[in-house]
Structures are given as structure tokens and as C-alpha cells.
Nanobody
Framework: QVQLVESGGGLVQAGGSLRLSCAAS????????MGWFRQAPERQRELVAT???????IYAESVKGRFTISRDNAKNTVYLEMNNLTPEDAAVYYC???????????????WGQGTQVTVPS
């Protein structure tokens, strides 16, 4: 099927930067929107940023001006550049991709395994 593998999480001090990556692989025919959600303890999962197949981006208000989402269509990979991180950004970050496989007419949302971002207060 399809697998999404994330990398780039870790511990960073407030004001620092991290870059997350998420690569999709498997029986992919095409990839539409890709993006990132995050979930902090005792909070609901929230959308951080998304980028369409055509490159249109949407950001949560809380990250506008600090985070940048981008994608490499040739590699089926989405990136999240995070700058000026604060303790409120600490969470598990999950990538997703809306994928049409070679074997199905439907578009299915696939998820990465999650990567921890820690920003001590």
C-alpha cells in the first residue's frame, strides 16, 4: 500500500528551529494535498499547515509567519520548516497525504507515525 515516514523532530530551545520531513512511498499513482497536524497532551489534534497538489498553502493562525510548508512532488515529500518555536508548539506532529493508489479509484488519506517536537518552557 502506501507508507508515510516522518523525520526531523526533536528537542529545541524556545526561539529555535526545526525542519520536519515526510516521504510517501508505495503504490502511488498521484498525491493530492499533503500537510501536517499536531497533537499536544490533553488537546485535540489540530491542523498546522497544508499544501495542495498545485502548491496552495493554508496555515493555522498560530503558526503564520513562523512555519513554512513546502513539497517536492518528484519525491512525494512534504516539509515543515518551523522557526521561532515556543513551548506552545510542543506536540506530536503527524503528516498526511491524500493519495490515489494504482489499484483504487478513490483518494485515501494516509498518515505518518508521528514525530515528537519538544520545546521546554
Amino acid at each position: 500500500q502506501v507508507q508515510l515516514v516522518e523525520s526531523g523532530g526533536g528537542l529545541v530551545q524556545a526561539g529555535g528551529s526545526l525542519r520536519l520531513s515526510c516521504a510517501a512511498s508505495g503504490s502511488i499513482f498521484s498525491v493530492n494535498a499533503m500537510g501536517w497536524f499536531r497533537q499536544a497532551p490533553e488537546r485535540q489534534r489540530e491542523l498546522v499547515a497544508t499544501v495542495s497538489g498545485g502548491g496552495i498553502t493554508i496555515y493555522a493562525e498560530s503558526v503564520k509567519g513562523r512555519f513554512t510548508i513546502s513539497r517536492d512532488n518528484a519525491k512525494n515529500t512534504v516539509y515543515l520548516e518551523m522557526n521561532n518555536l515556543t513551548p506552545e508548539d510542543a506536540a506530536v506532529y503527524y503528516c498526511y497525504a491524500n493519495v490515489k493508489t494504482r489499484w483504487d479509484v478513490a483518494i485515501t488519506k494516509y498518515w505518518g507515525q508521528g514525530t515528537q517536537v519538544t520545546v521546554p518552557s
